[in-house]
Every structure is written in C-alpha cells, then in structure tokens.
C-alpha cells in the first residue's frame, strides 16, 4: 500500500523567501505525484503533477516540485514566497489510472510580512 | 473550463437522517470518487466507481455509505443514517483515466451533522 509523509505540519516563512515543503512517499511501483492546494473553506486545486517523464516539475503560481526516486521524495519548492501562497498543502500520491489517491496530512504554510 | 460541481455546499441535518450529496463529474470522464475531510485532518478516501459499480472502497465506507450514478451526469453519495462523526467536507473528484491519472476535485459539500 502506498503511504505519504509531510515533514512539518506547519511552516512559517517570509514574504520573500525560499518555500520548501516536504513530501516523502513510499509505493512498490512508479508513483504519479501530486500537489494541491486549499485554500481556507475552499476546494482542491492541482499545483503540479508528475507523471513520467522530466522529474523537475513546474506549476501553477511559481511552485515547482523535484521527483526524486532514490530519496522516495518529491519536495516542493517556490523561490520566494508571496502572501497569497498562505494555504494548506497537500502531497498525494497514486500507481495506477484510476486508482484513488492517497493523501499526505498537508502543511499549514503561513507567510510573514 | 470543465469543471467538478457539488451541491449542496452547505448541509445540515440532524443525527440519524439520510443525506445525499450531489456531484456533477466532468462529462468525458470514466472514474468518480469521493473523498472526505474532517475539519484539520487529512483528505481521505472514501470510494471509487468505474462503469457503473464500485471499484474500490476504504474501511470508512460501511453499510451507511452508497453511491449511485443514476443518469448519464449525476454522481451521488448517499449517508442512510448519519452520524455525528460523519461531519466533514465531503469532497468529488473524476479522471479521465487514460490520458490522464489526474483527478479533478469539486469544491466540496460540508456537512454538518447535530
């Protein structure tokens, strides 16, 4: 069975820093990652995804995300943190079409002024 | 854009009612789930549904649970006899599944149960 750990329930960084969130996962068979986004009393919206392919990959709102096999992790990163990137964040990783997600506890980020 | 609708946004109801939840997939897409999320816990897998039947489904998906696809467009999820431990946001997802393993997210139903 797949698992997914987020390292660090709440981050804190300043408007202007580098943002580093973890996730680390644990699958049998090539996984497609993912990262959401949610908003206070919102829904979940895609940041990024891996597939196959490229392991260095962009998305949404400057965010970026690095899949790395040998370290079971797929970290996401953004250069510098705006006040809006404030949200929960959500690791999720699945093996095969169609298969449910499974989803990591996610990270409170809180930006700073 | 297509996008995943949900309805109500908001429920309440009292303990030991029915309540159904109501989703409207992305039109060309083959696999549906819900997910729920008790407030500050993790987003968790409920069941997933392909042509027409249950594909998959968590240990949190017991007798009280069922879903149903009765048109071409509707996917629903039905609580028979709520409890207070099933307050939650209760979210939809689909995927188009061969092109894609992405899963497209509703903006979820909270339900609330007194």
């Known amino acids: 069975a797949q698992s997914v750990t987020q390292l660090g329930s709440h981050v804190s960084v300043s408007e202007g820093a580098l943002v580093l969130l973890r996730c680390n996962y644990s699958s049998s068979v090539p996984p497609y990652l993912f990262w959401y986004v949610q908003y206070p009393n919102q829904g979940l919206q895609l940041l990024l995804k891996y597939t196959t392919g490229a392991t260095l990959v962009k998305g949404i709102n400057g965010f970026e995300a690095e899949f790395k096999k040998s370290e079971t992790s797929f970290h996401l990163t953004k250069p510098s943190a705006h006040m809006s990137d404030a949200a929960e964040y959500f690791c999720a990783v699945s093996v095969s079409y169609g298969q449910n997600f499974v989803f990591g506890p996610g990270t409170r980020l809180s930006v700073l002024p | 854009e297509p996008e995943v609708t949900q309805t109500p946004s908001h429920q309440v109801t009292q303990m030991g009612q029915e309540v159904i939840l109501r989703c409207v997939p992305i039109s060309n897409h083959l696999y549906f789930y819900w997910y729920r999320q008790i407030l500050g816990q993790k987003v968790e897998f409920l069941v997933s549904?392909?042509?027409?039947?249950?594909?998959?489904k968590s240990e949190i998906f017991d007798d009280q649970f069922s879903v149903e696809r009765p048109d071409g467009s509707n996917f629903t999820l039905k609580i028979r006899s709520t409890k207070l431990e099933d307050s939650a946001m209760y979210f939809c997802?689909?995927?188009?599944?061969?092109?894609?393993?992405?899963?497209?997210f509703g903006p979820g139903t909270r339900l609330t149960v007194l």
């Open positions: 997802a689909s995927s188009g599944g061969r092109i894609s393993n992405e899963q497209f």
């Open positions: 549904f392909y042509n027409n039947e249950i594909s998959e």
